[in-house]
């Protein structure tokens, strides 16, 4: 079983809609991370946790909301989807040696 | 601010060649580097990490140097495969050491 997973692997959605993108790990990593791929402009942070109680803006947060309902379990919300929104979304956990390792990602459309 | 940069953008070779992949980064005060593959519309696999304190790491045909005072990264890969096909990006902490900062990678196209 992969160690890090994320729901759903594909999306389609509408301006405006709500959607949540889930990640669970089973590596047992205090530390995880999102992240979006855009053609052209790599990854860029959205937000990351070093722990339950710890939530931290990254480069790109606006639009986007978190909760790390448990160690394993790190969930990205987008509150009003826009067009813009759309990309490969990537959840990631790292060890106290900030080696990271990377979920499957997510392929998110917004119409 | 840190940037990374990977030269070149895209590669292709025949199959059997050794090759080198390049990342340069603007700021040295970096405690490592990791190195991933990412397959087409897939994840990220995390290749090799390099602690500052090495210079070179290991992992079958893959071989990754590290020279921080020259800001210089290179991924070795020996005797290459059409398997090898796939984008290779490298990745630095940034200067809080909360999330990484990745160059925007090579595609490397090995071809039979």
């Known amino acids: 079983d992969a160690d890090v997973t994320q729901t759903p692997r594909n999306r389609i959605t509408k301006t405006g809609k709500r959607i949540m993108l889930e990640c669970s790990q089973t590596?047992?990593?205090?530390?995880m991370y999102w992240y979006r791929q855009d053609p052209g402009l790599g990854l860029r942070l959205i937000y990351y946790?070093?722990?339950?109680?710890?939530?931290n803006k990254g480069e790109i947060s606006d639009g986007y909301s978190v909760s790390r309902q448990a160690q394993a379990k790190f969930s990205l919300s987008l509150e009003s989807a826009i067009p813009n929104q759309t990309a490969l979304y990537f959840c990631?956990?790292?060890?106290?040696?900030?080696?990271?390792?990377f979920g499957p990602g997510t392929r998110l459309t917004v119409l | 601010k840190q940037e990374v940069t990977q030269i070149p953008a895209a590669l292709s070779v025949p199959e059997g060649e050794n090759l080198v992949l390049n990342c340069s980064f603007t700021?040295?005060?970096?405690?490592?580097l990791q190195w991933f593959r990412q397959d087409p519309g897939k994840g990220l696999t995390s290749l090799l990490l390099?602690?500052?304190?090495?210079r070179e790491q290991t992992s079958g045909r893959l071989n990754a140097s590290l020279d921080k005072s020259s800001g210089r990264s290179t991924l070795y890969i020996a005797a290459s495969q059409p398997g090898d096909s796939a984008t290779y990006l490298c990745?630095?902490?940034?200067?809080?050491?909360?999330?990484?900062?990745f160059g925007k990678g090579t595609t490397l196209s090995v071809s039979s």
């Open positions: 990745a630095v902490p940034n200067q809080a050491g909360t999330a990484l900062i």
């Open positions: 700021d040295s005060a970096i405690y490592n």
């Open positions: 990631a956990t790292s060890d106290l040696l900030n080696e990271q390792f």
């Open positions: 590596k047992g990593h205090d530390r």
């Open positions: 946790s070093f722990d339950v109680k710890d939530i």
């Open positions: 390099i602690q500052s304190s090495q």
